[in-house]
């Protein structure tokens, strides 16, 4: 949301000029011949600028860019007085100081980054501009000056607090978010555990007490012995249910373009270091819950691809089989973003991909991006 407030300010910096001729025509007729090229040049280059820099990911550009663009409007409006002749309008309803009518711009581009600063921007940006304005109109200040700053303050305002409305909104839509996705986690686990329990209940109902009941004086039924020795075994089993039977190498393949499929039919899966998956992959296998994770945790940075790469990004799966190792990487080339400045509350990374990965023996993941150069997310795993 700051990005794209940034772009359409920056385009109102550049826009003001091309309709204002009228009055940039009056500022000319009472100021040196220098001033009016430069006051273009000082709205038009940092409009650019702002266009430019909200292509970019992240906002940390934002906060130098807006500053600066609020001093450039300050300097040029002051040099005005230097350039001033000291005559007036012939008309002194025209306009003495064309950049007046741009005066909020600077402080509403302040307000995606600081709401203080642009309050104090708009005071002192409507002040000055109002007094050039003045002098330029009448040749001193009158007792009108006072209302009409306080006008185009008021009037402004509205504006400042357009933005930092929706600035907010999308604070709070970002908390929200990581609300959710913590509630899910929680909620995921919580389930599985009750299934969990569920059916290790089923199990003591339905077979462990059941042979109970069936125990009877003198010599038990060979039948029973055999039901209480079964019993004994699913419960066992119970705790590794999802140590399931080991997945060759060309069905776990097979898993890993299902679940990329699934997510999008452009995504390409490539694999190396084995010459046919129907025919070298037969004889090799991994385990199931290996597999398991590293096509959760491949889906997982799949899905961040599709939400935060950029609509025109290109992603592609490249895997590697091996008889003692499973790896594989996730490139995409998109916007990127800085590692380091993921907020604890996103579990996508944390939980989803390196915690996953780290709960398997063995298992790794490693993530490697930055803003506007792509992201690739190694997933791996090496037999102990």
């Not at 003692?324 to 990374?349: K, Q, S, T, Y």
């Amino acid at each position: 949301m700051r990005r794209i407030g940034a772009r359409f300010l920056g385009l109102g910096f550049i826009g003001y000029p091309i309709v204002s001729p009228a009055a940039i025509a009056m500022s000319s007729e009472i100021t040196a011949g220098w001033w009016v090229p430069l006051s273009i040049v000082m709205s038009v280059v940092p409009g650019l600028m702002l266009v430019v820099a909200s292509s970019r990911s992240g906002t940390r550009w934002l906060g130098p860019l807006a500053l600066g663009t609020w001093c450039a409007y300050l300097g040029t409006v002051g040099l005005w007085f230097l350039a001033w002749d000291g005559s007036t309008l012939s008309d002194s309803a025209g306009n003495a100081q064309w950049m007046i009518a741009f005066c909020g711009m600077p402080s509403m581009v302040l307000m995606l980054v600081h709401p203080g600063l642009a309050a104090l921007s708009l005071l002192t940006s409507s002040g000055l501009a109002h007094v050039s304005s003045q002098m330029g109109r009448f040749g001193h200040l009158t007792a009108d000056l006072p209302f009409e700053v306080l006008w185009s303050f008021v009037f402004t305002s509205v504006f400042l607090a357009v933005v930092l409305v929706a600035i907010r909104t999308g604070r709070t839509l970002d908390e929200t978010q990581e609300d959710t996705y913590r509630s899910a986690a929680n909620a995921a686990a919580a389930t599985a555990r009750e299934a969990e329990k569920a059916r290790f209940d089923a199990i003591v109902h339905d077979r462990v007490i059941a042979s109970l009941l069936a125990v009877r004086t003198g010599r038990p039924d060979e039948r029973l012995a055999e039901q209480a020795r079964s019993a004994l075994d699913e419960l066992e089993c119970v705790p590794d249910r999802y140590d399931a039977a080991p997945v060759s190498a060309s069905e776990a393949l097979r898993r890993i373009r299902s679940a990329a499929a699934g997510i999008s039919e452009r995504i390409d899966v490539q694999v190396v270091a084995i010459e046919s998956p129907g025919e070298a992959g037969d004889h090799v296998e991994y385990p199931f819950d290996v597999v398991a994770a590293i096509v959760e945790a491949m889906s997982e940075a799949l899905r961040n691809v599709m939400r935060h790469a950029g609509r025109g990004a290109d992603c592609g799966v490249i895997v590697q089989l091996a008889p003692d190792a499973l790896n594989m990487a996730v490139v995409d080339n998109g916007e990127g973003f800085d590692p380091e400045a993921i907020g604890p509350g996103r579990l996508g990374i944390a939980v989803s991909i390196r915690g996953r990965m780290a709960r398997v023996d063995g298992g790794h993941a490693q993530i490697s991006s930055h803003p506007g150069r792509g992201t690739t997310v190694q997933i791996g795993w090496t037999r102990p």
